[in-house]
């Protein structure tokens, strides 16, 4: 029996909206995506105050991801 692994790396654009499961302290859970890397630089959209988040911190915590106001599949 062969079993396979899937790792799934999250196709995250430039000024996507990532919907977050936890909140910012301010309550908003939408973040424009500023930067991509080994690191994300997003800007909370409710307070504009911007965090550097690694990315597989990142990816554990969005719900979804939106892309010129449509819901994408990444
Ligand atoms: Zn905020």
């Known amino acids: ?12 654009k ?4 990532l919907v977050m499961k ?3 302290p301010c309550g ?3 973040f424009l ?4 890397g080994m690191d ?5 959209v409710k307070c504009n105050r911007e965090v550097m988040v690694p990315r597989q911190k990142i990816e554990k915590n969005i719900k979804k991801v939106l892309r010129d106001g449509e819901q994408v599949n990444v």
């Open 1 to 12: 029996m062969v079993s396979y692994i899937m790792v799934k790396i999250m196709d995250i």
């Open 14 to 17: 430039l000024n996507d909206i």
């Open 22 to 24: 936890k909140e910012h």
């Open 28 to 30: 908003g859970k939408d």
């Open 33 to 36: 995506v500023l930067r991509v």
């Open 40 to 44: 994300f630089r997003v800007r909370c």
